[in-house]
């Protein structure tokens, strides 16, 4: 079985710092890895995901993050925060089967203060 | 190029009762798969529905029940309703071949009083 652990449930930080989401998954199989973003009373929107290749992928609004297969993690980061940052952001994986359910992790908050 | 739509948007059910959620793709998207969202909890996977079937189920209940029709739009049917049934119910909708690649709607709100 697979599962998603996402260490911390709320991570306040002050505009324009660095910001770090922490995602450790578990897995027996392939699987790939993926950020999704929620706003409040909205669905959720792909943010980045790892298939295969470079461990370093980039969305377009500056977020990035890097498989490490040998910690199991898939850390989220930004350089920068802006207020309008402030989400939900949940990590999940998917394994690499038929229909690549996914599982996601708990989540974590991001708050950005002015 | 319309996303994923959901209808209702909000739902409010009494225990007991029973509830259909729809669903319709992503133009091009063959593949759905619902989830559930309870307060303070990522997704859950419910089910997958592909060619009309259920392609995979995750770990609820046979009172989730689930149905897709030719132009690939989708159902989700709960009965016999439990207060922990409350929660957003997310659809999410993939080409098979890329199902990796999937798109949400903005979900169900589900209220069971």
């Known amino acids: 079985a697979q599962s998603v652990t996402q260490l911390d449930s709320q991570v306040p930080v002050f505009e324009e710092a660095p910001v770090e989401l922490r995602c450790n998954y578990s897995s027996s199989v392939s699987v790939y890895l993926f950020w999704y973003v929620q706003y409040p009373n909205q669905g959720l929107q792909l943010l980045l995901k790892?298939?295969?290749?470079?461990?370093l992928v980039e969305s377009i609004n500056g977020f990035e993050a890097e498989f490490n297969k040998s910690q199991t993690s898939f850390h989220l980061r930004k350089p920068s925060v802006h207020i309008s940052d402030t989400a939900e952001y949940f990590c999940?994986?998917?394994?690499?089967?038929?229909?690549?359910?996914?599982?996601f992790g708990s989540g974590t908050r991001l708050l950005v203060r002015p | 190029d319309a996303g994923v739509t959901q209808s209702p948007t909000h739902l409010i059910k009494t225990r007991g009762q029973q509830v259909t959620l729809r669903c319709s793709p992503k133009?091009?998207?063959?593949?759905v798969s619902w989830y559930q969202q309870a307060l303070g909890q990522g997704p859950q996977f419910i089910f997958q529905?592909?060619?009309?079937?259920?392609?995979q189920r995750g770990n609820f209940p046979d009172r989730f029940s689930g149905h897709q029709f030719p132009n690939y739009s989708s159902e989700l049917n709960v009965n016999a309703l439990l207060l922990g049934d409350s929660a957003l119910y997310l659809c999410?909708?993939?080409?098979?071949?890329?199902?990796?690649?999937?798109?949400f709607g903005p979900g169900t709100r589900l209220t069971v009083t």
């Open positions: 999410a909708s993939s080409l098979t071949g890329e199902n990796y690649e999937q798109y």
């Open positions: 790892y298939l295969s290749g470079s461990t």
């Open positions: 999940a994986v998917s394994v690499v089967d038929s229909s690549y359910k996914l599982i």
């Open positions: 529905y592909y060619e009309e079937e259920e392609r």
């Open positions: 133009s091009g998207h063959d593949t």
